[in-house]
């Protein structure tokens, strides 16, 4: 699903380049979760980013469900992102102007799907918003904002979840709904879950935990079975 081989990211500071990720080799296997923890600043959203294509590696290769990275368009990069990945951020980035029901079919619509308010509909009456389908992101609460986020990412039925601290918004038993319903939607779906945490018992529920240390992730043995 995910593969990624000697990667390397820099940017460039102060008439220098900063090296934030180097030599990573990854796996995230069909169906697999997969918890990525670290400092702040250790790159974890970085190396979200580049899964996503939404930044571009100075070395190395990505792979996503079968796909190469490095020579893909912006426009084919937008294009596998709609109709492989479901984004999932820690600050909702949901449209404030758009319903919920509106928000979950914008890709579907974006790329001529039929019936994408229908699909839309089904998706949040799923997570629990059935009656909030008409609702504007600023007349809801945070942990409906986030699963209206979580709907919409699983809209176009997504091989790969890619959630970058889902929870970092919300109040400890908010977030352990949202993470409940986020990991329920990624087994029923036979997705596989690239996660970003500072929650270590998040952490404890993926397949594998990996440790951003030196610019590079270190698998941590599990304390008990996924």
């Known amino acids: 699903m995910i593969r990624l ?15 934030i990720l180097s030599g990573v080799d990854l796996e995230v296997a ?13 790159g974890k959203s970085t190396l979200l980013a580049l899964v996503a294509g939404l930044e571009r590696p100075t070395a190395g290769r990505i792979r996503v469900d079968g796909v190469a990275l490095a020579g893909l368009s912006d426009e084919e990069l937008a294009r596998l992102r709609r109709e492989r990945m ?47 389908l008409h609702h504007r992101p600023l007349e809801m609460s945070g942990g409906e904002q986030q ?24 109040d400890l038993e908010t977030g352990s709904r949202v993470m409940e319903l986020l990991f329920q939607l990624t087994r029923s779906w036979h997705a596989a879950m690239l996660l970003v945490t500072h929650n270590p018992e998040l952490a404890a529920r993926a397949h594998r935990h990996y440790r951003l240390h030196g610019g590079a992730p270190q698998e941590l043995p599990m304390s008990a079975p996924a």
């Open 86 to 132: 479901g984004i999932v951020f820690q600050d909702f980035h949901l449209i404030t102007t758009l319903t919920a029901l509106e928000n979950v079919a914008l890709p579907l619509e974006l790329a001529r799907t039929a019936n994408a308010r229908e699909r839309a509909r089904r998706l949040l009456e799923q997570v629990g918003l059935g009656e909030r």
């Open 147 to 170: 699963r209206v986020a979580i709907a919409r990412a699983f809209v176009a039925h997504p091989a790969l979840i890619l959630a970058d601290e889902p929870t970092g918004n919300l």
């Open 5 to 19: 081989e000697s990667v390397a990211y820099a940017v460039e500071h102060a008439g220098r380049y900063l090296e």
């Open 30 to 42: 069909p169906g697999e979760i997969v918890a990525l923890t670290g400092p702040s600043g250790s």
